[in-house]
Protein backbone atom coordinates (compact mmCIF):
# COMPACT_ATOMS: atom_id res chain seq x y z
CA UNK A 1 0.00 0.00 0.00
CA UNK A 2 2.77 2.55 0.99
CA UNK A 3 4.85 1.05 -2.21
CA UNK A 4 1.26 2.67 -4.28
CA UNK A 5 1.30 5.40 -2.91
CA UNK A 6 4.95 6.71 -2.89
CA UNK A 7 4.56 5.48 -6.86
CA UNK A 8 1.13 7.65 -7.31
CA UNK A 9 2.85 10.62 -5.27
CA UNK A 10 5.78 10.60 -7.74
CA UNK A 11 3.63 9.81 -11.05
CA UNK A 12 1.45 13.17 -10.29
CA UNK A 13 4.72 15.06 -9.41
CA UNK A 14 5.83 14.68 -12.50
CA UNK A 15 2.11 15.69 -14.15
CA UNK A 16 1.99 18.29 -12.22
CA UNK A 17 5.14 19.53 -12.73
CA UNK A 18 4.47 19.49 -17.08
CA UNK A 19 1.26 20.36 -16.53
CA UNK A 20 2.57 23.96 -14.53
CA UNK A 21 5.33 24.55 -17.61
CA UNK A 22 2.96 23.35 -20.31
CA UNK A 23 -0.09 25.79 -19.06
CA UNK A 24 1.38 28.30 -16.63
CA UNK A 25 0.08 32.04 -16.75
CA UNK A 26 -1.32 34.54 -14.39
CA UNK A 27 -5.30 34.41 -14.29
CA UNK A 28 -7.03 37.19 -13.19
CA UNK A 29 -9.88 35.26 -10.95
CA UNK A 30 -9.17 31.22 -9.10
CA UNK A 31 -9.72 28.52 -11.61
CA UNK A 32 -12.65 26.49 -9.90
CA UNK A 33 -13.37 22.77 -10.36
CA UNK A 34 -16.03 20.22 -9.23
CA UNK A 35 -15.54 16.57 -8.94
CA UNK A 36 -18.14 14.15 -8.84
CA UNK A 37 -18.10 10.31 -7.75
CA UNK A 38 -20.54 8.27 -9.38
CA UNK A 39 -21.85 4.12 -8.83
CA UNK A 40 -22.00 5.10 -4.99
CA UNK A 41 -23.97 2.30 -2.98
CA UNK A 42 -23.04 -0.99 -4.10
CA UNK A 43 -19.38 -1.71 -2.34
CA UNK A 44 -19.26 -0.42 1.35
CA UNK A 45 -15.68 -0.20 1.96
CA UNK A 46 -15.12 2.30 -0.65
CA UNK A 47 -17.91 4.01 -1.00
CA UNK A 48 -16.88 4.90 2.70
CA UNK A 49 -13.41 5.67 1.05
CA UNK A 50 -14.89 8.33 -1.25
CA UNK A 51 -17.05 9.77 0.88
CA UNK A 52 -13.58 10.84 3.40
CA UNK A 53 -12.00 11.89 0.62
CA UNK A 54 -10.29 15.52 1.53
CA UNK A 55 -12.53 18.80 0.32
CA UNK A 56 -15.90 19.27 -1.48
CA UNK A 57 -16.25 16.23 -3.51
CA UNK A 58 -19.75 15.57 -4.73
CA UNK A 59 -21.19 12.45 -4.30
CA UNK A 60 -23.60 10.42 -6.61
CA UNK A 61 -25.27 7.46 -5.85
CA UNK A 62 -26.99 4.95 -7.66
CA UNK A 63 -30.89 4.37 -6.34
CA UNK A 64 -31.79 0.86 -4.59
CA UNK A 65 -28.14 -0.06 -3.99
CA UNK A 66 -27.89 -1.94 -0.90
CA UNK A 67 -25.31 1.14 0.69
CA UNK A 68 -26.64 4.14 -1.40
CA UNK A 69 -28.89 5.47 2.04
CA UNK A 70 -26.05 4.71 4.61
CA UNK A 71 -23.63 6.43 2.50
CA UNK A 72 -25.30 9.16 1.51
CA UNK A 73 -25.61 10.24 5.28
CA UNK A 74 -22.33 9.60 6.14
CA UNK A 75 -21.44 12.13 3.01
CA UNK A 76 -24.02 14.78 4.02
CA UNK A 77 -21.92 14.53 7.84
CA UNK A 78 -19.06 14.97 6.27
CA UNK A 79 -20.41 17.79 4.65
CA UNK A 80 -20.13 16.09 0.79
CA UNK A 81 -22.77 17.41 -1.72
CA UNK A 82 -25.20 14.18 -2.10
CA UNK A 83 -26.30 13.61 -6.08
CA UNK A 84 -28.40 10.53 -7.61
CA UNK A 85 -27.13 8.78 -10.18
CA UNK A 86 -30.03 8.23 -12.20
CA UNK A 87 -29.89 4.59 -14.96
CA UNK A 88 -30.89 5.25 -18.32
CA UNK A 89 -30.76 3.12 -20.97
CA UNK A 90 -27.62 2.97 -23.09
CA UNK A 91 -26.83 2.20 -26.74
CA UNK A 92 -24.96 -0.96 -25.75
CA UNK A 93 -26.35 -3.72 -23.86
CA UNK A 94 -24.94 -2.82 -20.60
CA UNK A 95 -26.78 -3.92 -17.33
CA UNK A 96 -28.45 -0.93 -15.63
CA UNK A 97 -29.03 -2.56 -12.83
CA UNK A 98 -32.58 -1.25 -10.35
CA UNK A 99 -34.32 2.15 -11.36
CA UNK A 100 -33.46 1.93 -14.64
CA UNK A 101 -35.36 4.56 -17.11
CA UNK A 102 -36.03 2.74 -20.69
CA UNK A 103 -37.42 4.20 -23.75
CA UNK A 104 -40.06 1.58 -23.56
CA UNK A 105 -42.39 3.03 -20.72
CA UNK A 106 -45.14 5.22 -20.67
CA UNK A 107 -44.79 8.58 -19.51
CA UNK A 108 -46.54 8.40 -16.41
CA UNK A 109 -44.49 5.10 -15.42
CA UNK A 110 -40.97 7.24 -16.15
CA UNK A 111 -42.04 10.39 -14.34
CA UNK A 112 -43.42 7.89 -11.27
CA UNK A 113 -39.71 5.85 -11.90
CA UNK A 114 -38.18 9.22 -11.84
CA UNK A 115 -40.02 10.28 -8.44
CA UNK A 116 -39.38 7.10 -6.33
CA UNK A 117 -35.72 7.04 -7.00
CA UNK A 118 -35.11 10.74 -5.80
CA UNK A 119 -36.82 9.52 -2.88
CA UNK A 120 -34.30 6.75 -2.48
CA UNK A 121 -31.29 9.06 -1.48
CA UNK A 122 -31.34 11.65 1.46
CA UNK A 123 -30.07 14.94 1.48
CA UNK A 124 -30.07 14.30 -2.74
CA UNK A 125 -29.33 18.13 -4.00
CA UNK A 126 -28.81 17.15 -7.82
CA UNK A 127 -29.39 14.27 -10.37
CA UNK A 128 -26.60 12.90 -13.51
CA UNK A 129 -27.46 10.39 -15.48
CA UNK A 130 -25.47 7.13 -15.34
CA UNK A 131 -25.15 5.67 -19.14
CA UNK A 132 -28.02 6.92 -21.38
CA UNK A 133 -26.52 7.04 -24.27
CA UNK A 134 -29.56 6.28 -25.99
CA UNK A 135 -31.92 8.06 -23.71
CA UNK A 136 -30.42 11.39 -23.54
CA UNK A 137 -30.50 12.16 -27.30
CA UNK A 138 -34.34 12.31 -26.85
CA UNK A 139 -35.86 15.17 -26.72
CA UNK A 140 -39.32 13.81 -25.46
CA UNK A 141 -37.68 11.50 -22.99
CA UNK A 142 -35.56 13.95 -21.33
CA UNK A 143 -38.38 16.81 -21.64
CA UNK A 144 -40.38 14.25 -19.37
CA UNK A 145 -37.66 13.52 -17.17
CA UNK A 146 -37.27 17.57 -16.44
CA UNK A 147 -40.88 18.13 -16.22
CA UNK A 148 -41.25 15.49 -13.47
CA UNK A 149 -37.63 17.26 -11.63
CA UNK A 150 -40.06 20.04 -11.79
CA UNK A 151 -41.52 19.37 -8.74
CA UNK A 152 -38.46 20.47 -6.49
CA UNK A 153 -37.35 23.74 -7.53
CA UNK A 154 -34.03 23.02 -6.12
CA UNK A 155 -32.95 20.42 -7.94
CA UNK A 156 -29.43 20.68 -10.31
CA UNK A 157 -29.03 18.68 -13.14
CA UNK A 158 -25.50 17.13 -14.42
CA UNK A 159 -25.16 15.84 -18.05
CA UNK A 160 -22.50 13.12 -18.39
CA UNK A 161 -21.99 13.50 -21.67
CA UNK A 162 -22.05 9.64 -22.55
CA UNK A 163 -22.45 10.65 -25.80
CA UNK A 164 -22.18 13.76 -27.82
CA UNK A 165 -25.88 14.15 -29.12
CA UNK A 166 -27.08 14.45 -25.72
CA UNK A 167 -30.16 17.04 -25.36
CA UNK A 168 -30.52 16.39 -21.74
CA UNK A 169 -28.72 19.56 -20.67
CA UNK A 170 -30.44 22.17 -23.15
CA UNK A 171 -34.27 20.44 -21.24
CA UNK A 172 -33.07 21.37 -18.25
CA UNK A 173 -32.54 24.59 -18.96
CA UNK A 174 -35.75 25.02 -20.82
CA UNK A 175 -37.03 24.16 -18.23
CA UNK A 176 -35.44 26.71 -15.76
CA UNK A 177 -33.61 23.90 -13.91
CA UNK A 178 -30.16 24.59 -13.13
CA UNK A 179 -27.67 22.60 -15.25
CA UNK A 180 -24.26 22.07 -16.46
CA UNK A 181 -21.97 19.58 -18.25
CA UNK A 182 -19.36 17.05 -17.81
CA UNK A 183 -15.72 18.40 -19.13
CA UNK A 184 -13.63 15.41 -17.97
CA UNK A 185 -13.80 11.58 -17.09
CA UNK A 186 -10.83 10.90 -14.61
CA UNK A 187 -10.72 7.37 -15.06
CA UNK A 188 -11.90 6.08 -18.83
CA UNK A 189 -9.29 3.42 -17.92
CA UNK A 190 -8.71 1.74 -14.66
CA UNK A 191 -4.76 3.36 -14.23
CA UNK A 192 -3.23 5.62 -11.85
CA UNK A 193 -1.12 7.55 -14.32
CA UNK A 194 -4.50 7.77 -16.47
CA UNK A 195 -6.54 9.64 -13.41
CA UNK A 196 -2.93 11.75 -13.01
CA UNK A 197 -3.13 12.53 -16.66
CA UNK A 198 -7.19 13.48 -16.52
CA UNK A 199 -6.32 15.49 -13.46
CA UNK A 200 -4.08 17.61 -15.07
CA UNK A 201 -6.31 17.78 -17.67
CA UNK A 202 -8.98 19.22 -15.87
CA UNK A 203 -6.99 22.26 -14.21
CA UNK A 204 -5.85 22.97 -18.21
CA UNK A 205 -9.80 23.39 -18.73
CA UNK A 206 -10.44 25.43 -15.50
CA UNK A 207 -7.75 27.63 -16.30
CA UNK A 208 -8.69 28.46 -20.21
CA UNK A 209 -12.52 28.48 -19.07
CA UNK A 210 -12.30 29.07 -15.27
CA UNK A 211 -14.11 26.48 -14.40
CA UNK A 212 -14.05 22.31 -15.04
CA UNK A 213 -16.31 19.25 -13.85
CA UNK A 214 -14.80 16.15 -13.57
CA UNK A 215 -16.60 12.84 -12.75
CA UNK A 216 -14.93 9.56 -11.74
CA UNK A 217 -15.00 6.30 -9.85
CA UNK A 218 -14.71 4.66 -6.97
CA UNK A 219 -12.20 2.34 -8.41
CA UNK A 220 -8.99 1.81 -5.84
CA UNK A 221 -6.96 3.72 -8.58
CA UNK A 222 -8.76 6.43 -8.68
CA UNK A 223 -9.70 7.26 -4.93
CA UNK A 224 -5.54 6.42 -4.15
CA UNK A 225 -5.01 9.26 -6.68
CA UNK A 226 -7.31 11.50 -5.29
CA UNK A 227 -5.99 11.32 -1.89
CA UNK A 228 -2.91 12.50 -2.93
CA UNK A 229 -3.82 14.98 -5.58
CA UNK A 230 -6.29 16.96 -3.69
CA UNK A 231 -4.19 18.23 -1.13
CA UNK A 232 -2.17 20.23 -3.44
CA UNK A 233 -5.11 22.14 -5.39
CA UNK A 234 -3.87 25.09 -2.43
CA UNK A 235 -0.40 25.03 -4.18
CA UNK A 236 -1.78 24.86 -7.37
CA UNK A 237 -4.65 27.84 -7.03
CA UNK A 238 -7.19 26.06 -7.87
CA UNK A 239 -10.52 26.15 -5.81
CA UNK A 240 -12.83 22.80 -5.27
CA UNK A 241 -16.62 23.73 -4.76
CA UNK A 242 -19.37 21.41 -4.63
CA UNK A 243 -21.60 21.19 -7.83
CA UNK A 244 -24.27 23.15 -6.94
CA UNK A 245 -21.48 26.37 -6.35
CA UNK A 246 -20.18 25.48 -10.19
CA UNK A 247 -23.11 25.91 -11.90
CA UNK A 248 -23.90 29.23 -9.94
CA UNK A 249 -20.54 30.25 -11.24
CA UNK A 250 -21.20 29.21 -14.20
CA UNK A 251 -24.60 31.09 -14.42
CA UNK A 252 -23.17 34.29 -13.05
CA UNK A 253 -19.76 33.90 -15.47
CA UNK A 254 -22.18 33.64 -18.71
CA UNK A 255 -23.58 37.15 -18.33
CA UNK A 256 -19.55 38.43 -16.94
CA UNK A 257 -18.00 36.45 -19.12
CA UNK A 258 -14.66 34.87 -18.09
CA UNK A 259 -11.42 36.57 -19.32
CA UNK A 260 -9.45 33.73 -20.32
CA UNK A 261 -6.04 33.15 -19.69
CA UNK A 262 -5.38 30.80 -22.63
CA UNK A 263 -6.26 31.16 -26.19
CA UNK A 264 -5.90 27.30 -26.83
CA UNK A 265 -9.17 25.48 -27.80
CA UNK A 266 -9.79 22.38 -24.71
CA UNK A 267 -9.01 19.15 -25.81
CA UNK A 268 -12.37 16.58 -26.24
CA UNK A 269 -12.31 14.45 -22.94
CA UNK A 270 -12.49 10.45 -23.16
CA UNK A 271 -15.45 9.09 -22.24
CA UNK A 272 -15.61 5.56 -21.03
CA UNK A 273 -19.47 5.17 -20.13
CA UNK A 274 -22.41 5.40 -22.49
Known amino acids: MLARQNMI ?121 HMGSRLTKSTRLMGWLMQAAMFRDDL ?17 ERRRIAATRRDVFLDYERSAGIVAEQLIELVRHAKRQGTALAIGHPYPETLATLEVWLPTLEQQGIKLVPVSELIRIRQQRRILPWQMSSSHSPRVAKNSKQ
Request: hydrophobic share 40%; aromatic share 6%.
Open 156 to 172: YFVDSRTTTESVAQQEA
Open 9 to 129: RIIIGGLLLSGWLASHADTPVTPIISIIIDDLGYQYKLGQRAVRLNGNITCAFLPNAPYARRLAEQAHQQQKEVMLHLPMEAETENHLGSGALTQCMSEKDFKSLVHSNLATIPHVRGFNN
